[in-house]
Nanobody, 123 residues
């Protein structure tokens, strides 16, 4: 089992920044990829970014590419999502997830999920 706990969400004005953290425990993450997803009210959960723990390869989709950066800290077993130039359309609950599969963009591929952290961007 892998336990994931997100933190760092909050209310920010458009153009501002937030850094989300996801602390993992329970297992070594060397065989996992970590992903960030988000879900806005009435919408499906969507992929934001992922990082392969071993090697650090990262993946992004268009909505956050260039503004969001995913990273990891091996010593702290923590994954981060640095979000810059936030827009009102980034408002959502952000989830951290872990997978041993290689389909990083698909929510059903992920084995473990955190409880989510709310990000609200005001205009």
């Amino acid at each position: 089992q892998v336990q994931l706990v997100e933190s760092g969400g909050g209310l920010v004005q458009a153009g501002g920044s937030l850094r989300l953290s996801c602390a993992a425990s329970g297992r070594t993450l060397s065989n996992y990829a970590m992903g960030w997803f988000r879900q806005a009210p009435g919408k499906e959960r969507e992929f934001v970014a992922s990082i392969v723990w071993s090697g650090g390869t990262t993946y992004y989709v268009g909505s956050g590419q260039g503004r969001f950066t995913i990273s990891r800290d091996n010593a702290k077993n923590t994954v981060y999502l640095q979000m810059n130039n936030l827009k009102p359309e980034d408002t959502a609950v952000y989830y951290c997830a872990a997978t041993t599969r290689h389909t990083y963009y698909s929510p059903p591929s992920y084995n473990y999920w955190g409880q989510g952290t709310q990000v609200t961007v005001s205009s």
